[in-house]
């Protein structure tokens, strides 16, 4: 027997705030597909654990293809079946029901992890645009290509909708749009682009454009996140012009990679604790980097900084370890690699993503972990590192921040802060005081690893679950605005 039929245009979702599960649409255009970045990874974290907790979880994110046809968009996601009970029959408009859509999905074309309760739907975006996260990604086919989901949508009747990032807004708005449906929104905030600078002659108009879009998303939401206190803050003050009465954005830390934690526990287990100097430098020899090769994250202070300390690495038999992902042909990550392998053919340069068992790999392997970005919402890579006792430099003058710095507090003694504005030369001559004295790295490294180790996603979806829970509740009488309640 089929379900009722119910047409779900211009209804407004009812919340239930006591129930104990909830049904979550999160909208974000880099999840598993095509992968290239901290945003993929948590994404993906945020969902599983989420589900996890009992909620169902319906994913909405891009896949890269060649051509995307404007005219009959597809959804090119695997095969395999969905229960009818969990997401219901495919509807149209007028509320009757069909096996197919010539320009949907069908229920067999929705990823489903049948354990867990969560459901991935995907939309073809532009493969050129692919990579990247500004505002030449690919945004604008995202936002186009989510309307046909809206039947899944509308059967899926999520009690809230998570849009992560400037980038998922559009599409947001496009799938409101076209159901004519209210949702409440929390705005996941993984990067505020509006802070950075923006050079040639479109930077003006790209910070602008991205002042605009941030702007909009926090005024839209019912709940806002960012990934330190900071951002909060910034989110809240420079960005809240139209932010919602009783609405306050708050810090939601990342957690370590679930595969990658489970590598650090099994390792410790075996290792237990280091107890000397002697036992934790074994087999340490990199000076590690890893972060992606672009301006935005400093990648040059690396090579800068290989030039200057070469000589002395090669008397340590230190080997500078670069890895970070970029497009091929980027002239600035070309650069970058070829100036540290002319200060030292010996170094070891990684290009591509890393899995668990490299990244602990080279984790377990490293001295120190140089992070030189002067601003990081967050720095997963420095809880990555933390996770194998390698401790991090990260930045700590003015002009700057970095988000993990605040998961892993300086004061205790769980990062090592220097000013990474200051001349490379001077930065080099700390590094070698640092190098030179291990029980100090060690030391560092051990108080990191504890606080790495004691955040996973279960405490990372009691956050967030938080965060939800004590958002301020609309309604359509007290304060509407497009695409939300």
């Known amino acids: 027997m089929h379900p009722q039929v119910v047409n779900l245009k211009?209804?407004?979702?009812?919340?239930?705030?006591?129930?104990?599960?909830?049904?979550?649409?999160?909208?974000?255009?880099?999840?598993?597909?095509?992968?290239?970045?901290?945003?993929?990874?948590?994404?993906?974290?945020?969902?599983?654990?989420?589900?996890?907790?009992?909620?169902?979880?319906?994913?909405?994110?891009?896949?890269?293809?060649?051509?995307?046809?404007?005219?009959?968009?597809?959804?090119?996601?695997?095969?395999?079946?969905?229960?009818?009970?969990?997401?219901?029959?495919?509807?149209?408009?007028?509320?009757?029901?069909?096996?197919?859509?010539?320009?949907?999905?069908?229920?067999?074309?929705?990823?489903?992890?049948?354990?867990?309760?969560?459901?991935?739907?995907?939309?073809?975006?532009?493969?050129?645009?692919?990579?990247?996260?500004?505002?030449?990604?690919?945004?604008?086919?995202?936002?186009?290509?989510?309307?046909?989901?809206?039947?899944y949508v509308a059967k899926f009747r999520p009690s809230?909708?998570?849009?992560?990032?400037?980038?998922?807004?559009?599409?947001?708005?496009?799938?409101?749009?076209?159901?004519?449906?209210?949702?409440?929104?929390?705005?996941?905030?993984?990067?505020?682009?509006?802070?950075?600078?923006?050079?040639?002659?479109?930077?003006?108009a790209e910070k602008r454009f991205y002042k605009d879009m941030e702007s909009k998303a926090v005024s839209m939401a019912s709940a806002v996140s960012a990934l330190s206190s900071r951002d909060a803050n910034i989110l809240a003050t420079q960005l809240g012009e139209g932010i919602r009465d009783g609405v306050v954005p708050k810090p939601h830390f990342p957690p370590l990679r679930e595969d990658l934690r489970a590598v650090a526990l099994a390792r410790n287990s075996i290792n237990q604790e280091f107890g000397s100097t002697e036992k934790w430098q074994k087999s340490r020899l990199y000076l590690t980097c890893c972060v992606r090769l672009s301006?935005?994250?400093?990648?040059?202070?690396?090579?800068?900084?290989?030039?200057?300390?070469?000589?002395?690495?090669?008397?340590?038999?230190?080997?500078?370890?670069l890895c970070g992902g970029a497009k091929r042909g980027n002239p600035y990550a070309d650069r970058i690699r070829m100036r540290v392998r002319e200060a030292m053919p010996e170094a070891i340069i990684y290009e591509g993503f890393m899995g668990a068992s490299d990244?602990?790999?080279?984790?377990?392997?490293?001295?120190?972990?140089?992070?030189?970005?002067?601003?990081?919402?967050?720095?997963?890579?420095?809880?990555?590192?933390?996770?194998?006792?390698?401790?991090?430099?990260?930045?700590?003058?003015?002009?700057?921040?970095?988000?993990?710095?605040?998961?892993?507090?300086?004061?205790?003694?769980?990062?090592?802060?220097?000013?990474?504005?200051?001349?490379?030369?001077k930065i080099a001559d700390e590094i070698k005081e640092l190098l030179l004295n291990r029980s100090y790295l060690a030391k560092v490294g051990c108080a990191s690893q504890e606080r790495s180790l004691s955040w996973d996603e279960d405490a990372n979806a009691d956050q967030l679950m938080g965060i939800l829970e004590s958002a301020p509740l609309f309604t359509k009488d007290n304060d509407v605005v497009n695409g939300v309640i």
């Open 160 to 204: 809230w909708v998570l849009v992560v990032d400037w980038s998922s807004l559009p599409a947001f708005e496009s799938l409101s749009m076209a159901m004519g449906m209210k949702w409440r929104m929390a705005f996941l905030n993984f990067r505020i682009y509006t802070v950075s600078e923006y050079q040639g002659e479109d930077g003006r």
């Open 295 to 321: 301006p935005e994250k400093n990648t040059e202070l690396f090579a800068s900084l290989i030039e200057v300390l070469a000589v002395f690495l090669s008397q340590q038999q230190i080997v500078p370890f």
């Open 359 to 425: 990244l602990a790999d080279l984790y377990s392997q490293t001295l120190l972990n140089l992070h030189p970005c002067i601003y990081d919402a967050y720095g997963m890579t420095i809880v990555e590192a933390a996770a194998f006792a390698s401790p991090s430099i990260v930045h700590a003058g003015s002009g700057g921040a970095v988000g993990a710095a605040e998961f892993l507090d300086p004061s205790q003694g769980q990062v090592i802060p220097l000013d990474l504005m200051a001349d490379p030369q």
């Open 10 to 151: 211009r209804q407004y979702l009812q919340v239930d705030k006591d129930a104990a599960a909830l049904k979550l649409l999160m909208i974000t255009l880099e999840f598993k597909r095509g992968t290239f970045s901290g945003n993929g990874v948590y994404a993906q974290s945020i969902a599983r654990s989420l589900a996890r907790r009992g909620n169902e979880v319906l994913v909405i994110s891009g896949n890269p293809v060649k051509h995307v046809h404007s005219a009959s968009l597809t959804s090119n996601v695997g095969q395999q079946h969905i229960h009818a009970e969990n997401l219901g029959e495919n509807q149209n408009k007028y509320g009757q029901t069909s096996s197919s859509h010539t320009n949907g999905v069908t229920e067999e074309q929705v990823l489903n992890d049948l354990d867990i309760g969560l459901y991935e739907l995907e939309v073809d975006v532009e493969e050129d645009g692919w990579g990247r996260l500004d505002w030449k990604c690919p945004w604008r086919s995202f936002a186009q290509g989510i309307k046909q989901h809206e039947m």
